[in-house]
């Protein structure tokens, strides 16, 4: 199996954290979201302790709640002492009214509004990952209206493309977030920053994509701006404390690709850090990562009730679900592999290639192309696997389709972190 909390009971029917998902779906319904919640303490506790181990102290991994935002989850992170990034308003409101103790949130984005800046020191968000010289001057501005000092890390880009998917690649000298170390523009932008009142610049951060399975890739980056704070430190007597090398290990959505350690790829980058801060002559700073999907893909899976099964004769064959591109846009958007079982009889002879279509009025309402399974009946279940990140949080109401419920599995039981959408709550703003 892809992952180990997934297996099939003596019934056929497919197991996830030890719960028969067929008995889930018949419980909650369908669409269903499932969380396996020991499964991202597990990340977030392996992402601790490697931190802990190879980085110096006071370095701490971020979960980026983009990649699945609730309530729950900001009370996990903070019962596990996590850090998160947070991106908007909305998920600032989220996490503060949580009781999540905002001081250990990280505010990114490219353009956050003087109404955001605003909002975000209200609730007293720790830090500002500031994108542009025009945000700072705002920060500056609204933080001393407040009396306060803003802690901010500034976001460049060390130029380096990961080759992963074109619209989650980041790190790029061109991309829209950030400020290039290549062209001046970052080292200028410290000289004002270190200039500006009411701000305090704890450092740099970067990110550089996406489904990355290899620490070369955070080794070049950090390479590239471990230069640049030497240069800081030479040119401005600036000393940065803390670098940020942002998000991205890869996740496995396939059996065909690799299977991880996070541990051995943060000691890896860890040994190529503290290796160049001796040859720069630097103190290592306190290191920041980023994860989202890795901390909740693979805590995540969606179970569907199969409905038309048709085949076109000589062409391709689909079998339509009952959510689609409202619960999960990824395959529509940059076409994201995923592993498709059929719940309910999951032992059985995969031999049934088929097109898995959602509901929706749009032909590019696809969950995955050419999946190998048994071939369903209508109202058998079937289960996509790995869909803990960027699924809930992408969720639309498109079609007025209501979004799923969440529901959280542990060792002592399932419980709703999300309830169903209803019609009335879709219905809720309509005047
Ligand atoms: C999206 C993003 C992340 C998380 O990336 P994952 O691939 O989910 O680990 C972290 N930091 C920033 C700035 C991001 O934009």
Do not use: W
């Not at 489904?211 to 640049?228: C, R, Y």
């Not at 689909?318 to 032992?347: K, W």
């Not at 032909?363 to 803990?388: C, F, H, W, Y």
Request: charged share 20%.
């Amino acid at each position: 199996m892809i992952c180990d909390n997934i297996s099939v009971n003596a019934k056929g029917h497919l197991t996830f954290a030890g719960y028969d998902t067929t008995d889930l779906a018949q419980k909650y319904g369908t669409p269903l979201y499932l969380m396996d919640e020991d499964k991202i303490r597990e990340h977030i506790r392996e992402y601790k302790t490697a931190f802990e181990k190879f980085f110096p102290q006071g370095s701490m991994p971020e979960f980026a709640s983009k990649s699945f935002s609730c309530k729950q989850i900001y009370r996990i992170m903070a019962e596990e002492q996590m850090n998160i990034d947070v991106v908007s308003c909305g998920e600032i409101y989220t996490a503060a009214t949580a009781g999540f103790p905002m001081e250990r949130s990280f505010f990114h984005g490219n353009n956050k509004s003087d109404g955001d800046i605003r909002f975000a020191i209200n609730n007293k968000v720790g830090f500002f990952v500031a994108d542009s010289m025009d945000e700072i001057c705002a920060i500056s501005q609204i933080a001393k209206q407040n009396g306060i000092t803003q802690k901010i890390l500034l976001r460049v880009t060390p130029g380096i493309d990961t080759h992963t998917h074109q619209k989650i690649s980041t790190g790029n000298v061109d991309s829209k977030f950030g400020i290039a170390i290549s062209t001046g523009q970052a080292i200028e932008a410290v000289k004002e920053v270190l200039k500006t009142e009411n701000i305090s610049l704890c450092g740099f951060h970067c990110h550089i994509g996406s489904q990355i399975f290899e620490s070369e890739p955070f080794k070049t980056a950090s390479s590239i701006m471990l230069e640049f704070i030497k240069q800081v430190k030479t040119e401005l007597n600036y000393t940065a404390e803390m670098l940020n090398l942002g998000g991205g290990f890869g996740v496995r959505y396939l059996e065909s690709q690799p299977e991880i350690s996070y541990t051995e790829k943060i000691r890896e980058v860890a040994t190529a850090i503290n290796e160049q801060c001796s040859a720069l002559g630097i103190k290592v700073p306190k290191i920041a990562m980023e994860p989202g999907r890795s901390i909740v893909a693979d805590a995540g899976m969606t179970l569907y009730t199969v409905g038309s099964v048709k085949e076109i004769t000589g062409y391709k064959n689909y079998i339509s679900v009952d959510g689609g591109m409202t619960d999960n846009p990824r395959y529509t958007l940059y076409e994201a592999p995923y592993t498709v079982m059929l719940a309910s009889r999951a032992n059985d002879k995969a031999d049934f290639v088929a097109t898995i279509a959602g509901r929706c009025c749009e032909s590019g309402d696809i969950i995955q192309e050419n999946v190998n399974l048994p071939k369903p009946k209508r109202n058998e279940i079937l289960a996509v696997l790995t869909t803990g990140a960027y699924n809930y949080s992408m969720a639309s109401n498109y079609n007025r389709v209501p979004r799923p419920p969440v529901v959280m599995l542990n060792k002592n039981g399932d419980y709703v972190a999300v309830k169903r959408e209803t019609f009335e709550d879709i219905c809720s703003l309509d005047v």
